[in-house]
């Protein structure tokens, strides 16, 4: 990555800022520094702010939610666990970028996994609304210095197929995730895991980053995350995702302002806009 240089066709981006209660909350102070090409600061590849994003999602993927967990019969459940059980699992924390429309969102995305390439951990999966958009992937990962040919759509394999990919970024969409399997042929889900909640949690060592610029407007918009410790846990606020569901909806805006201001608190959640 950091022997490939290219042109950015965008002009440098303007500082991000938050404005109301959110701006009256303080992250954490972090400790964690990304690996990553100088030239992304020096030819101004990322502003500062796009760097914080990678500094704090290293932050969060740095440390575990309280507690471990049993997968459930169904993929997208888990329970709590004793701590002396050994079939339990650990979750890896989370982070959530909830940036608004212009302020680079894909290229802090390509930030964060490069700084994990840089570290050797080499396989990432992008997953995206629909196949339109791996372009949009392509070209803010061409923007930091890497090769196109680094995202690979996970259409490239016929279904059943082994997906060979030991160094690169896999790209898919919920919809292909969805796809049953057929002929005796697995389904995308059992090749690379589950969707949404059941991804997760096959997945529990992955360092999960979410990205939405609506992620605290309504609870649903929140519902998958379910990295961020919110409901579960021995030390979570709600005892299940379906309370936390519950108590958002009796809340209205007021609770879920509440929520994404205590996510920042914990150094879990930032949303800016241009």
Same mark, same amino acid.
């Given at each position: 990555?950091?022997?490939?240089v =290219?042109?950015?066709?965008?002009?440098?981006?303007?500082?991000?800022?938050?404005s109301?209660?959110?701006?009256?909350?303080?992250?954490?102070?972090?400790?964690?520094?990304?690996?990553?090409?100088?030239?992304?600061?020096?030819?101004?590849?990322?502003?500062?702010?796009?760097?914080?994003?990678?500094i704090?999602?290293?932050?969060?993927?740095?440390?575990? =939610?309280?507690?471990?967990?049993r =997968?459930?019969?169904?993929?997208?459940?888990? *329970?709590?666990?004793r701590?002396?059980?050994?079939?339990?699992?650990?979750?890896?924390?989370?982070?959530?970028?909830?940036?608004? *429309?212009g302020?680079?969102?894909?290229?802090?995305?390509?930030?964060?996994?490069?700084?994990?390439i840089?570290?050797?951990?080499?396989?990432?999966?992008? =997953?995206?609304?629909?196949d339109a958009?791996l372009?949009?992937?392509?070209?803010?990962w061409?923007?930091?210095?890497?090769g196109?040919?680094?995202?690979v759509?996970l259409?490239?394999?016929?279904?059943?197929?082994a997906?060979?990919?030991?160094?690169?970024?896999?790209?898919?969409?919920?919809? *292909?995730l969805?796809q049953?399997?057929?002929? +005796?042929?697995?389904s995308?889900?059992?090749?690379?895991?589950?969707? +949404?909640?059941a991804?997760?949690?096959?997945?529990?060592?992955?360092?999960?980053?979410?990205?939405?610029?609506t992620?605290?407007?309504?609870?649903?918009?929140?519902?998958?995350?379910?990295?961020?410790?919110?409901?579960?846990?021995?030390?979570?606020?709600?005892?299940?995702?379906?309370?936390?569901?519950?108590?958002?909806?009796?809340g +209205?805006?007021?609770?879920?302002?509440?929520?994404?201001?205590?996510?920042?608190?914990?150094?879990?959640?930032?949303?800016?806009?241009?």
């Amino acid at each position: 990555l950091a022997r490939i240089v =290219l042109p950015d066709p965008r002009p440098h981006p303007s500082p991000l800022v938050e404005s109301g209660p959110m701006a009256s909350v303080a992250p954490p102070a972090p400790t964690y520094r990304p690996v990553l090409p100088p030239a992304l600061r020096g030819e101004g590849r990322i502003s500062d702010a796009q760097a914080e994003t990678a500094i704090y999602a290293g932050e969060a993927h740095g440390g575990y =939610l309280p507690g471990r967990f049993r =997968l459930g019969e169904a993929r997208h459940e888990v *329970t709590l666990a004793r701590d002396d059980d050994d079939k339990a699992v650990q979750f890896r924390r989370g982070f959530f970028l909830g940036d608004g *429309t212009g302020c680079g969102k894909g290229r802090q995305i390509a930030a964060i996994i490069a700084d994990n390439i840089s570290q050797g951990r080499t396989r990432a999966l992008w =997953l995206s609304r629909n196949d339109a958009l791996l372009e949009d992937a392509r070209r803010d990962w061409a923007a930091l210095g890497g090769g196109a040919h680094d995202i690979v759509p996970l259409s490239s394999w016929k279904q059943g197929d082994a997906i060979r990919l030991d160094r690169g970024i896999l790209f898919t969409t919920y919809a *292909t995730l969805r796809q049953a399997a057929r002929g +005796g042929r697995q389904s995308r889900l059992d090749q690379i895991g589950m969707a +949404g909640l059941a991804l997760q949690n096959r997945l529990p060592d992955a360092r999960v980053l979410y990205v939405s610029a609506t992620g605290a407007t309504t609870a649903e918009n929140l519902a998958y995350a379910a990295r961020l410790g919110l409901w579960g846990g021995p030390e979570a606020p709600f005892m299940s995702r379906p309370d936390f569901l519950e108590a958002m909806d009796r809340g +209205g805006v007021a609770a879920m302002e509440l929520v994404a201001r205590e996510l920042k608190a914990l150094g879990l959640y930032v949303a800016r806009a241009l």
